[in-house]
């Protein structure tokens, strides 16, 4: 597959609210998105007028949607995880997953397992079908060095299944087996938290994205590098790329046009390129070229990107952004 | 009217005793020896039970017993974060509200300690500044009035040094520490017109002022000898001699002298771990314990500067860790304080320059927000559990209860049993502690 010339929005839907997480229905082509008033925002973006759905179910934002089969799988910062029917949006089961903020949840590609992370700094998974926890997986300190609270930020399965990784915010990274919940490996990926011990005294960053090639042999891991001033998203992006058996990095993408998180990581599935989404104040989408190890496109959007989604099939991207839903064509 | 040095400004009521003369006096009851001494301002001898009896005394007696601890939140603390939450409201963040002790009134999940102990505490929520510029805005909220071209102002720390110090007191009157970088400049730390006398002891490094400690190359002996000698060539000169400068030689020794003998009170290790752990392991726990200690000793002013909560990025990741630090910290010193007897004496505020704003910006971030924050006071003359102020339902504007800093200031002066219409003479103008017809929020005093 060739790298995509086209990089660009194609379209622009406005909400009041902050859309935080996304998935696509390869099926029926609908969007649902996590959003800061607590609801499940749905909307076909290829309909000639979309019109979006609300569903309620969360206290708080919810920053992790996933599809299982029939299911929707959402959790938010109110701990719980949500299972509903996603042709109708009708709850099947509401659960306490975490004590803390969830931060991301993500589906098997054969839609068996979800994996949920949270600030209590566990990885949980669950029987997509009936909602029975299998395994705990803990292996992320609870408090930073600095004797602040850690956040366990991402989440992602290889593409067969098999694998889980999970990093935390001082980018502690941790592969697991999916199937039996023992830790297979860990790697340390420092350069996307920031503690200022001097100006400011607090942290900033940690790395927000995890995507498994499509091998599963690398695992890319997308943040922010060291920021200088800590009261902005001012650190420039940053992709790493390690072979996760190993512990050795392959590549190294720092952004060079744009500063900020990288949100969300893609990749594509020949494993030529990697897409990368997020930004600090406004946003950015970069096209990672893996060969060439250089960034091949990167182009400034509206504001600040969460999540995104992508259809190879169409080459389109749709990403939950602040205060909209941006379609993006990438082929 | 006394007459003091006409560089040092002097109360303005005619009314009131010479604070000098009174405290020459009533230095015994800090040293213990409570009953035997006399009082050298009235014409006839007259002991410390006596004095009680006599209420402008008293007064000044209960005064000076009394000590603050200012948290001061640099950089703007976000009031949605900490004791004005929104849930649910659009402006209202991820984070949930939980219930207190206090009925009906209900704080950020991030403090569930502060939630047990808010029966100590009175919530300032209306205040509303109209700076919301780091420097402007921490000036504001130090001096508790706008600046004038042609006074210099002395700051809440330097007056509450000059009202609840004692001239003899070998330990400071006032200690800020500010060890960020970021904002250090914005905080003031002035005596204005009351003179360097009043200036804070700064440190910004660590717990403990540096070079506090003999020279190694000096052993304790001359050490010793070398002040007897210094203090027997003064005595010597000074020997019929009048004059203020003299005096003031010998007292900025002597406070030397006694900053020296008491380093371990800046040295919180000090402390059994049990104590430690109520503050925690932080830089921002380790100084507010070591203030603790340091109001115990007889320091009427202590200010901790917790840098940097302007959170234009990341707002709730940023209020994640500096709330849950603060909750920790702030609930250990009340408890502290309480368990030692102090809380009654001793009066912690919690401060910024401004708040942050109700709208979130695109990287999830809260810019600097003047017109609807909060604050806090907590122990010392005030009416616990009460809380002041009611924004609307978004947070963006004061609908009852608006607070200026003035106001709040005169709450502080009140809470601490000084009358903050009192005036300094400065020159020919008499300047009151608040400009005039500021009045204290009464809602919140006991």
């Known amino acids: 597959m060739a790298l995509p010339n086209e990089c660009k929005q194609t379209k622009d839907l406005s909400r009041k609210e902050i859309l935080l997480s996304v998935v696509r229905s390869p099926a029926t082509g609908r969007i649902y998105a996590g959003a800061s008033d607590g609801k499940i925002h749905s909307v076909d973006p290829a309909a000639e007028k979309p019109e979006f759905t609300e569903w309620e179910g969360h206290g708080s934002y919810v920053t992790g949607v996933a599809l299982a089969g029939p299911s929707l799988v959402s959790g938010g910062y109110d701990g719980r995880l949500v299972w509903r029917d996603a042709a109708s949006g009708t709850i099947s089961r509401s659960l306490e997953a975490h004590a803390r903020w969830i931060r991301k949840v993500v589906a098997s590609a054969d839609g068996r397992w979800i994996a949920s992370v949270a600030d209590d700094m566990v990885c949980r998974v669950w029987d997509a079908a009936d909602g029975k926890l299998l395994h705990e997986l803990r292996g992320h300190a609870e408090r930073t060095p600095q004797h602040f609270p850690s956040m366990l930020y991402a989440c992602a399965f290889s593409p067969d299944g098999t694998r889980l990784a999970t990093v935390d915010r001082v980018g502690h990274a941790v592969v697991w087996d999916a199937a039996t919940g023992k830790s297979l490996a860990t790697f340390e990926v420092p350069g996307m938290y920031t503690w200022d011990p001097k100006q400011r005294i607090h942290a900033i960053g940690g790395p927000r994205s995890l995507a498994f090639s499509p091998d599963g042999q690398s695992l890319a891991v997308g943040g922010m590098g060291q920021v200088g001033n800590i009261d902005h998203l001012e650190g420039k992006t940053r992709v790493e790329i390690f072979r996760w058996e190993k512990g050795e990095r392959s590549h190294e993408f720092v952004g060079d046009q744009f500063k900020g998180l990288v949100e969300r990581l893609i990749y594509h599935s020949s494993g030529e390129w990697l897409l990368a989404f997020g930004g600090d104040s406004g946003g950015s989408v970069q096209v990672m070229d893996l060969a060439g190890n250089r960034i091949h496109k990167q182009e400034k959007a509206s504001t600040h990107l969460h999540d995104a989604v992508y259809d190879e099939s169409t080459g389109t991207a749709v990403i939950a952004a602040h205060n909209r839903l941006l379609v993006w064509n990438i082929a | ?446």
């Open chain 2, 1 to 446: 009217m006394t007459t003091e040095h006409p560089s040092v400004p002097v109360e303005a009521s005619a009314a009131r005793p010479s604070r000098r003369g009174f405290l020459g006096s009533s230095a015994a009851v800090g040293a213990g020896a409570f009953a035997a001494k006399t009082l050298a301002f009235s014409a006839a001898p007259m002991t410390l039970l006596d004095a009680f009896r006599q209420p402008l005394l008293a007064d000044e007696l209960k005064r000076h017993d009394k000590r603050v601890i200012l948290l001061w939140l640099a950089g703007g603390a976000s009031q949605l974060e900490t004791f004005d939450p929104k849930p649910g409201r659009p402006t209202g963040g991820p984070f949930r509200a939980i219930q207190t002790r206090v009925p009906g009134v209900s704080i950020s999940e991030l403090m569930p300690k502060m939630a047990q102990r808010l029966h100590h505490t009175a919530v300032v929520r209306g205040l509303s500044t109209g700076n919301a510029d780091h420097g402007g805005g921490a000036r504001l909220m130090h001096l508790g009035r706008r600046e004038e071209p042609t006074v210099k102002f002395p700051d809440l720390g330097a007056i509450l040094a000059r009202e609840l110090g004692r001239p003899e007191s070998q330990v400071p009157d006032y200690v800020t520490f500010y060890t960020a970088t970021e904002g250090r400049g914005n905080a003031v730390g002035q005596a204005g017109f009351l003179g360097s006398r009043y200036s804070p002891m700064y440190l910004t490094t660590d717990t403990a002022p540096p070079n506090l400690r003999r020279l190694a190359s000096i052993t304790e002996n001359d050490h010793r000898e070398r002040g007897d000698l210094r203090r027997e060539l003064s005595d010597r000169f000074s020997t019929g001699r009048q004059s203020s400068s003299l005096a003031s030689h010998s007292e900025a020794f002597a406070r030397v002298g006694g900053l020296m003998a008491s380093d371990k009170l800046f040295d919180a290790s000090q402390e059994p771990q049990a104590i430690r752990d109520m503050y925690g392991p932080t830089l921002f726990g380790e100084q507010t314990l070591v203030a603790r200690r340091l109001i115990e000793a007889g320091v009427p002013f202590v200010k901790i500067s917790r840098a940097w909560w302007d959170s234009h990025g990341q707002n709730f990741e940023t209020h994640l860790e500096l709330v849950s630090e603060l909750d920790h910290v702030m609930s250990g010193l009340l408890d502290d304080l309480e368990q030692r007897g102090l809380l009654d004496h001793t009066l912690v505020v919690t401060l910024s320059e401004f708040g942050r704003t109700p709208q979130i910006n695109a990287s999830l971030g809260r810019d600097h927000f003047a017109n609807a924050w909060s604050a806090t006071l907590s122990g010392c003359g005030i009416r616990r559990g009460s809380v002041y102020g009611v924004t609307d339902e978004n947070g963006l504007n004061v609908v009852e209860g608006k607070v200026d800093a003035g106001q709040f200031f005169a709450t502080i002066f009140q809470a601490l049993g000084i009358d903050h219409e009192k005036s300094y003479q400065v020159g020919a103008r008499p300047i009151p502690l608040t400009n005039p017809g500021t009045k204290p929020i009464r809602e919140v005093l006991a």
